[in-house]
């Protein structure tokens, strides 16, 4: 299962989580700053979508191992932007 960086949005504060770890983190409040949701709903949203994508490629590829990798920032959507998905090599 590939791992998902969860982050503060305003002080930076990160931390790579494996599988589902990153449900811990909905509606936690940062451990850093304490003055940010890390995970909000609208996070959340897009990390079950990404998890879906994932289980979709995995059954696409058939070895069990996904064909690709992405990193989704969810920051740019507090500005009403989408969230920047880039591909990993
Ligand atoms: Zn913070």
Redesign the pocket.
């Known amino acids: 299962m590939q791992n998902i960086n969860v982050k503060?949005?305003?002080?930076?504060?990160n931390k790579e989580v494996s599988g589902d770890g990153f449900r811990e983190w909905h509606n936690k409040?940062?451990?850093?700053?304490?003055?940010?949701v890390?995970i909000d709903d609208k996070d959340m949203a897009i990390f079950l979508m990404v998890k879906e994508i994932e289980r979709m490629d995995k059954e696409l590829g058939g070895d069990g191992e996904p064909q690709y990798h992405y990193r989704f920032d969810t920051a740019p959507m507090r500005d009403g932007k989408l969230p920047t998905i880039t591909e990993d090599k």
């Open positions: 503060c949005d305003k002080c930076g504060w409040v940062c451990p850093c700053c304490l003055d940010s890390i």
